[in-house]
């Protein structure tokens, strides 16, 4: 939806982002379907906040912001990989930075990435 509010080059740049989360989606889901965990349900497309038609960069960057804060909740509590089980871990970092990558695209802050150290504050920031 947001695609269709921004000129290009940003259009088709939100386009192959949209195509990236899709395909982790996609992932993660196999990941928990593999392990005989219950999916979460997906939320439609009409809930999204009217920042999304009206500010679609800044709704975009804010929406990165959040996935970046959920993959280092999951990089935090996913279990080092073994040999029988994929590594949620790595793919969570993975796409935390993908993530935070995508989010420049959108002129997001430069954030310490969840977990680690922030020297300006001297706190560690929640994973």
Known sequence: ???????????????DILSEHEETLSQ????LRS???????????????PDFTMHPA???SGLEDQLGLLYGDLIAL???????VPSSRAMAIAALLE???????????????PGMPDETTGTQTAP
């Open 78 to 84: 996913s279990p080092a990989a073994n040999e029988s």
């Open 28 to 31: 993660l889901s196999a990941m």
């Open 35 to 49: 392990r005989c965990l219950p999916l979460p349900a997906l939320e439609p497309g009409y809930t999204l906040a």
């Open 58 to 60: 800044a709704a975009l």
């Open 1 to 15: 939806m947001s695609a269709t509010r921004l000129t290009n080059p940003a259009s088709s740049q939100a386009v």
């Open 99 to 113: 993530t935070a990558g995508n989010g420049q695209l959108w002129q997001q802050p430069i954030r310490v990435l």
